[in-house]
């Protein structure tokens, strides 16, 4: 079966809506932007590179309505692109696709051409998502080699992405080139993005893995089963400080601890060369619901009080090597990001 996140049909853009699976595969067509913010906003897609992709066709179904008018179609457009970018704060890469099909159509001469240009752009970003991932494969899975267990948390797969994956494409090309290749995904409290979405992939791609809760992976390192650490991001600073979901911070002390190598995965969309470093990274603050309760059931007393951040930042010096569809990043980080993005 292929899992795919998003397909564009031509009018509609069709959305799995992954808070479902791994149970139900439903489809939701969104018409308008204010569907693709839904979407993105209440988690049907998620992942770094997926939102982007479904905000630059949001983008294009809002501008298919807007007056052919130069100046008055680049006003409402950069409306919609501040609408799309407020769905969700912390991966970069939905600032990044909007900002970029703004772009397109504020250089374009030819007003009449503006909604098919934004759409070609949309559709090259689609198709850009999954070279780059591919890419990101081929990269990473050099850092492994046969009878490698690797660690990951959260779900970088097809799902968060157009195809492939982040560092699961790293996972995915490793078990195909080496033998022996075994997996430990973490479940990913609250969301259980890892038990409900990578386990499904992972089970799709017939790869071997065993699925932990997240407390378990202190235990695991230290009974020398985990050979590396990759996980994906939603915005990299330009100091190589990494926000990735919840949970991936602990891991990145934890493999520090055990002298085991952490790799982030991630497209060169995912950097933010705005930010000097990971304290200006906005951090999501999610519903409490998803903390007092488990698969839709309390598990917790009525009336307390609840953390529920949904990503944290990982400190550069806890990162070996950051895997870009451009190479594998080595420290400094500031320096070797600098490099990469003049390529
Ligand atoms: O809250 P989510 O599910 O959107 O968080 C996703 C992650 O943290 C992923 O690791 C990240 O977006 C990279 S996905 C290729």
């Known amino acids: 079966m292929e899992i795919r996140s998003l397909k564009f049909d031509g009018e509609v853009l069709h959305i799995l809506d992954q808070r479902r699976l791994p149970f139900e595969f439903i489809d939701v067509p969104c018409k308008t932007e204010k569907d693709v913010w839904q979407a993105i906003n209440k988690m049907m897609i998620r992942g770094a ?60 001469k030819d007003s009449k051409e503006l909604k098919k240009i934004i759409l070609q752009e949309a559709m090259a970003m689609e198709k850009e998502d999954a070279e780059r991932n591919y890419r990101i494969g081929e990269y990473g899975s050099a850092l492994f080699k046969d009878n490698d267990t690797i660690m990951t948390i959260c779900n970088t797969g097809a799902l968060a992405t157009v195809a492939y994956g982040t560092a699961f494409s790293v996972i995915k090309r490793s078990f195909e080139k080496y033998k022996n290749i075994k997996v430990i995904a973490l479940e990913t409290r609250p969301y259980l993005q890892g038990a409900r979405l990578t386990a499904l992939e992972l089970k799709e791609a017939h790869i071997p893995f065993h699925l932990i809760t997240d407390n378990m992976s202190g235990f695991i390192m230290s009974k020398n089963m985990v050979n590396g650490v990759v996980v994906g991001a939603d915005r990299i600073a330009s100091n190589g400080d ?82 870009t569809d451009r190479g594998v990043l080595k420290k400094p980080f500031t320096e070797s990001i600098k490099e990469i993005l003049k390529k």
């Open 49 to 108: 590179p997926a939102i982007g992709v479904a905000a630059a066709y949001g983008m294009y179904l809002g501008a298919k309505n807007l007056p052919l008018k130069k100046e008055t179609f680049l006003k409402e457009l950069k409306k919609i692109k501040e609408y799309l970018d407020s769905a969700r704060p912390t991966a970069v890469n939905l600032k990044w696709a909007t900002q970029r099909i703004y772009e397109v159509a504020e250089k374009n």
């Open 242 to 323: 990494t926000a990735n979901k919840i949970g991936t911070y602990t891991l990145a002390v934890l493999a520090m601890y055990h002298k085991i190598p952490f790799y982030v995965a991630a497209p060169i969309s995912t950097i933010d060369p705005d930010i000097a470093s990971g304290e200006e990274i906005p951090i999501e603050e999610r519903n409490p619901d998803e903390v007092t309760h488990c698969g839709g059931k309390r598990i917790a007393p009525e009336g307390i009080k609840v953390y529920n951040p949904a990503f944290d930042i990982t400190p550069n010096r806890l990162i070996d090597a950051i895997i």
